[in-house]
């Protein structure tokens, strides 16, 4: 009997376990999904245009507060939150509206520097599981020429 292959429909699954700040025993566990459909990735230079387009605004709403001023603490809070909402906005577009907060609220809260590692790590896990899915099909296509040109040969 055949092993039953399963396909993850389009879709990249990633658990996450949050630390409870106030109990470091308690692991809060989510599984953020990332969409690698067809569609998606047809769509994928428009819906980036698109997000470029929103992050460029953030970095000109904070560069008018900040402007040409060193980093310094009357404007690190401000500071912090032009980039905080940039991970957000990045976070969200990837895994869904509102998964940003919903993470870094949990277990007592995460700064955005977390919150920064957190989608630094996921993007590097889904960059690897995406080069292992097209390294296993270009692998399967080359076995499959050698084998076609080997047969071809015998004939």
């Not at 889904?126 to 050698?146: C, R, Y």
């Amino acid at each position: 009997m055949v092993e039953r292959i399963i396909v993850d429909s389009g879709n990249i699954l990633i658990p996450v376990g949050i630390r409870d700040k106030n109990d470091p025993d308690k692991i809060h566990d989510f599984t953020l999904s990332v969409d690698i459909s067809d569609n998606t990735l047809q769509n994928a230079k428009k819906h980036n245009d698109k997000l470029q387009k929103e992050l460029q605004k953030i970095q000109d709403k904070y560069a008018e507060t900040i402007g040409d001023e060193e980093l310094s603490d009357d404007n690190v809070g401000t500071v912090i939150e032009g980039i905080s909402e940039m991970v957000r906005t990045r976070f969200d577009d990837d895994f869904g509206a509102g998964k940003y907060d919903e993470i870094a609220n949990t277990g007592g809260g995460n700064s955005f520097l977390n919150m920064l590692d957190l989608y630094t790590q996921v993007s590097d896990y889904v960059g690897a599981k995406l080069e292992q899915k097209f390294t296993k099909i270009k692998q399967k296509s080359n076995n499959k020429k050698v084998k076609y040109l080997k047969n071809r040969n015998k004939k």
